[in-house]
């Protein structure tokens, strides 16, 4: 549930012959504070960032129109983006046109402007100043002014969003965001860090404050409407009416404030973006095969290797193209809830991980394309304590621990039971079809140690909501990256036994709490990443969550009528090449109608074309496959 800060870039030409650091001349005028601590003044000589601006993304090739058409597996249960139910699949889709303050380069991970053009450091090390762009507007019309971030810290406190956990956060960790004009604003964290951690902290987007009116029914009167937002692209009444249900449509701003900016030029290129439910993978990739969806994700090994290929892919129609990442690794993996009765047993949960045969899954069924992740927070640099690595399949050590928890016998089935009777059985939750044949193998492995693994397949809208409502037994999940390891959300006995959180194993261990709180506050970076490894030691020990795998590449097919820059299209931190929203590096690809109508019209022709598979090295890690 945490928000996730995007940027955009400066024009290269102007940007390398500017001055980084420059100060505006501090004009004293009364200003509007909003809490009692009260501040009349900007300080006297700030000094005004407007950031690197990097490598830029956009292409002078690039084409307008088109609708760029996907999929998604499940129809959101709302349109929020905060509240019961909104951290579905479709969040991201709304969410990543709610532009911030700024963000971070992909690749040189430095501060770059999105609406904030300038911005400065307080002396107190935890306060950031910011001049916010004029220009900006809402897709209604209205102007966007520091009135919506003071109001954004007012929504966010708020329990009529029925969100404790934003709740949280923008009370400990955003503790102030002021006004001094209607274009300055401060944005003040709650305790000192590091330049690059707080812009991190206090980069926040806006929210309409027009728009909203918190009250008792404000999560049943907003769970469809249409939250005015900063980004190219925004819902339309008419296509929620018309596609609910069936599909989620979007559609390019004519008069958007950002096409006014260089950085902005040749970006965000569609006029519509579509995307259709379709529940079943395999039905979405016979979609796409069709020509009916314009890109598919090929990351799966039976797609790479099996089914993307054939005479659409070797006369040309289809594209291939995969491309390296060099990043924080996303914590696939199991979930055990702890607050399930044998779960609690921690020789029960080392068990389990001795009885899973992951490297034999991985071979056998992922024909060994994934690495084994070693831990939750895999690929933190200094933040990452190397020295944890994921437990071994060892039927041996896995009997020693089913053993002490009172496991010692098997029923006619082969599976353990307990002298009352009880079978050493777990139902595992899952929401992606595709991993069924993983599952699979893990399952009859580990009969050899007398666990006895059901699989419960959902959809992946009420997988997801299953977890977060802590009524799974064993939850196979991923939960994506920060720019520094999270602890809190994950595993804090706050949010443990309750719902709507993301402490999906229920862990509450007061050793763990206070380091956590300790990490949180901590000031001295050093000390920081002292705590980080501390905390990583103990939920080693803990046992709740088993690694499973990582992917560090991204691999897709795209009909040849979407086109990409011919270089600088794949990022260090990864993401989707054809991401369409990301403030940054997304939206950088283009649909060519008149290639997809002579594309259609090759394939009655039997026209053939030159074969295309595209490997991208650029950010190849150490340990990429």
């Given at each position: 549930m945490r928000s996730w800060l995007t940027a955009i870039t400066w024009k290269t030409a102007t940007a390398s012959a500017m001055t980084l650091a420059w100060t505006f001349a501090a004009t004293p005028a009364l200003a509007l504070s909003y809490d009692a601590l009260g501040l009349d003044a900007l300080p006297d000589n700030l000094q005004w960032e407007v950031g690197d601006p990097g490598q830029t993304f956009g292409s002078s090739d690039a084409k307008r129109g088109g609708t760029y058409r996907s999929y998604i597996q499940s129809y959101p249960l709302t349109l929020r983006t905060v509240g019961p139910d909104s951290n579905g699949a479709t969040r991201p889709i709304v969410l990543d046109n709610q532009y911030s303050l700024t963000g971070l380069h992909p690749n040189s991970e430095t501060?770059?402007?999105?609406?904030?053009?300038?911005?400065?450091?307080?002396?107190?090390?935890?306060?950031?100043?910011?001049?916010?762009?004029?220009?900006?507007?809402?897709?209604?019309?209205?102007?966007?002014?520091?009135?919506?971030?003071?109001?954004a810290i007012e929504f966010m406190r708020s329990e009529f969003i029925v969100a404790p956990w934003y709740n949280n956060y923008y009370s400990e960790q955003i503790t102030d965001v002021r006004k001094y004009d209607d274009h300055t604003i401060s944005v003040t964290a709650g305790v000192k860090k590091p330049k690059i951690d707080l812009q991190l902290s206090v980069g926040i987007s806006p929210r309409p404050q027009h728009f909203h009116k918190l009250n008792e029914s404000w999560v049943t009167d907003n769970n469809w409407a249409i939250e005015p937002n900063t980004g190219p692209y925004q819902l339309t009444k008419e296509s929620v009416r018309r596609g609910k249900g069936k599909y989620i449509e979007l559609e390019r701003k004519d008069d958007w404030w950002g096409d006014a900016l260089p950085q902005f030029a040749n970006r965000f290129n569609v006029d519509k973006v579509r995307y259709t439910v379709i529940r079943d993978p395999n039905i979405a990739y016979r979609t796409f095969e069709k020509g009916d969806l314009d890109t598919f994700g090929l990351v799966l090994p039976e797609l790479w290797h099996q089914k993307a290929k054939g005479p659409l892919y070797d006369n040309g129609y289809i594209h291939r193209l995969k491309a390296y990442d060099d990043t924080r690794q996303p914590s696939y993996g199991m979930f055990m809830n702890q607050a399930d009765a044998l779960l609690s047993d921690r020789n029960i949960r080392l068990g389990i991980h001795h009885s899973m045969n992951l490297d034999k899954m991985i071979a056998q069924v992922l024909r060994g394309d994934y690495e084994r992740l070693p831990q939750h927070y895999t690929g933190y640099g200094d933040y990452s304590d190397n020295s944890i690595t994921y437990r071994q399949f060892d039927l041996a050590l896995a009997d020693q621990y089913f053993s002490q928890a009172g496991f010692t016998e098997r029923g006619p089935d082969g599976i353990r039971v307990n002298d009352a009777g009880t079978r050493l059985s777990f139902e595992v939750s899952y929401g992606t079809?595709?991993?069924?044949?993983?599952?699979?193998?893990?399952?009859?492995?580990?009969?050899k140690a007398g666990?006895?693994?059901?699989?419960?397949?959902?959809?992946?809208?009420?997988?997801?909501?299953?977890?977060?409502?802590?009524?799974?037994?064993?939850?196979?999940?991923?939960?994506?990256?920060?720019?520094?390891?999270?602890?809190?959300?994950?595993?804090?006995?706050?949010?443990?036994?309750?719902?709507?959180?993301?402490?999906?194993?229920?862990?509450?261990?007061?050793?763990?709490?206070?380091?956590?709180?300790?990490?949180?506050?901590?000031?001295?970076?050093?000390?920081?990443?002292?705590?980080?490894?501390?905390?990583?030691?103990?939920?080693?020990e803990q046992a709740a969550y088993i690694p499973t795998y990582m992917v560090p590449y991204t691999r897709l097919g795209y009909w040849r009528w979407m086109n990409l820059p011919d270089t600088n299209f794949a990022t260090k931190t990864g993401g989707g090449l054809f991401s369409l929203f990301d403030s940054v590096a997304g939206?950088?690809?283009?649909?060519?109608?008149?290639?997809?109508?002579?594309?259609?019209?090759?394939?009655?022709?039997?026209?053939?074309?030159?074969?295309?598979?595209?490997?991208?090295e650029t950010w190849k890690p150490t340990f990429g496959g």
């Open positions: 501060i770059v402007p999105i609406l904030a053009s300038a911005w400065a450091y307080g002396d107190d090390g935890k306060t950031m100043y910011f001049k916010l762009r004029p220009e900006v507007e809402w897709s209604d019309g209205e102007p966007v002014t520091a009135d919506d971030y003071v109001f079809p595709a991993h069924t044949d993983r599952l699979v193998v893990l399952k009859e492995e580990a009969k666990l006895e693994l059901e699989l419960k397949l959902l959809d992946s809208q009420n997988a997801f909501k299953l977890l977060l409502e802590k009524r799974h037994q064993i939850g196979w999940s991923g939960w994506s990256t920060g720019f520094r390891p999270a602890y809190r959300e994950h595993y804090h006995s706050d949010n443990a036994g309750k719902p709507q959180n993301n402490n999906i194993t229920n862990m509450a261990v007061p050793e763990i709490d206070a380091l956590i709180d300790q990490y949180r506050l901590e000031e001295d970076v050093e000390v920081k990443k002292s705590l980080s490894k501390q905390i990583q030691g103990l939920l080693f939206g950088i690809f283009w649909l060519d109608t008149a290639e997809k109508r002579a594309t259609r019209q090759a394939l009655k022709d039997d026209k053939v074309f030159e074969p295309v598979t595209i490997i991208d």
